[in-house]
Structure formats: C-alpha cells, structure tokens
C-alpha cells in the first residue's frame, strides 16, 4: 500500500502540489487524472524520489519514505518508475537496458525473469538490438520491462500510451491488466488517453492546480462525473 498525506512539493518558489493525499492498493491500478498541467507528472515524480516533495509523508508498505531519500533506495524499497518520454539508453542494447534494472537487486536476483519475455516477447527477438533503434511502442514496452526486472511493490507509470500505434497500446493494457491480477503489486497510471484509463482504473484520483478535486472507486465514479473533471 502506498499512502501519501498532505504531500508538497515546490519548484523554486513556485507551489506545484498542494497537500496531496492518497492511496493506492495492490491488486488495483490507481489513476491519476487530469488536464496537462496540473501536477500529475510531479507526483510522479515526488513518489520515485527523483525531485524531492517539500512536504508531508509518504509511506510503502507502512515504511516511511523520508523527504530526502534518494530514487535509488526507494526503488530498493520497491518504487518502479516508467517515466514519461521512455529514458531508455539509446546506445546500449535491449538485454542492457533491461540488465540496468539490477542495481536495486540483491546479486542473487540480478536475471530477467522469463515472465519479462512472455510478457513482450519482441525483446527476446531484439535482445542485442540497441534501444535507439526501436520503435517508439518496442521502447516504451522496454521501459516498462526494466522496471520489471527491479521486482516493484509499486509501478508508477506516466503516459504509458503517448505516441504509441494502437496494437501496442492494447499489448501495454493487457499487461497492466496482468499484473494487477498478480495482487502483489499497487500501480499508479498518469494517462491522457481517457478510455485506455478508465477501462483499466479502478481507483480515481483527479487533480486540478495541483489539489485533489476527486478521490474515489470506479464504482463511485460515473465516466461522465470524470470526464468533467479532467476535460479542459
């Protein structure tokens, strides 16, 4: 379980979030909506610990997160992060990318699991292929591999469907829709892609100038209430 209380976070002198609390449970894709601007990709961002919250707590299975704690020990601590734009290592090869994954990972983990290549079977085909000559949609299915291979307890994903041909998009559904099945794994999905999300949410979380203006179960979230709220 990720939970966030009255989370803050600043760049420079200028307030992005304002006193963001929240939950995300495994088992279950958390969305977070909203129009561009709005501070989802900070949240992302405070979460993975690669810009710092200026406040409040945040907490991963009842361990508390402290403000200055490094990326690299959160996803120690099971933080994944697939950032917007993808990041992969255009220069090196697909298996090292995925093998950069081993880092957070005791010595004896340090393998892709056979998992990663059912669950995109083209990087097993393009394993000494280097990332830059990928297809957007290979990349972003690259990204999302790396991240597996770190083992999350929490997989934050941002824009997981920008730019990518419409076959990919329902392989990445698919595959989301996977590992929730798994139950041991919470997902946060920042998508603008409306019907990818609230097919595959089952918690939403609406953002406006950086405040929660909605916080509730699909089951309390009529498509049309949300679709208002994050509609520019």
Not at 26 to 43: D, Q, W
Not at 47 to 70: K, N, V
Not at 152 to 172: A, V, Y
Request: charged share 20%.
């Amino acid at each position: 379980m990720l939970t966030l209380t009255d989370l803050t976070l600043h760049y420079g002198h200028s307030q992005i979030l304002h006193g963001i609390s929240m939950q995300a449970r495994p088992g279950a894709v958390t969305c977070l909506m909203g129009t561009n601007g709005v501070g989802k990709t900070s949240l992302l961002k405070a979460i993975s610990g690669t810009h710092p919250r200026s406040g409040g707590g945040m907490a991963l299975d009842g361990t508390e997160m402290p403000r200055q704690m490094p990326a690299h020990h959160r996803a120690r601590l099971g933080v994944g992060y697939v950032p917007q734009g993808r990041d992969i290592f255009p220069l090196m090869t697909v298996r090292e990318n995925l093998e950069t994954g081993y880092a957070c990972l005791p010595r004896d983990d340090r393998h892709v699991p056979d998992e990663i290549f059912e669950l995109f079977p083209i990087l097993k085909d393009f394993l000494h292929r280097r990332g830059g000559d990928l297809s957007g949609g290979q990349q972003q299915q690259l990204a999302i591999a790396r991240a597996l291979v770190a083992r999350p307890k929490l997989l934050l994903l941002d824009e997981p469907t920008e730019g990518i041909q419409p076959n990919i998009i329902t392989q990445i559904g698919e595959v989301i829709k996977y590992l929730r099945g798994r139950g041991d794994m919470a997902i946060v999905l920042v998508e603008q892609f409306f019907d990818f999300a609230f097919d595959l949410g089952d918690h939403f979380v609406a953002l406006e100038r950086g405040a929660v203006i909605h916080d509730a179960p699909k089951a309390d979230t009529p498509r049309e209430l949300l679709l208002s709220k994050v509609s520019v």
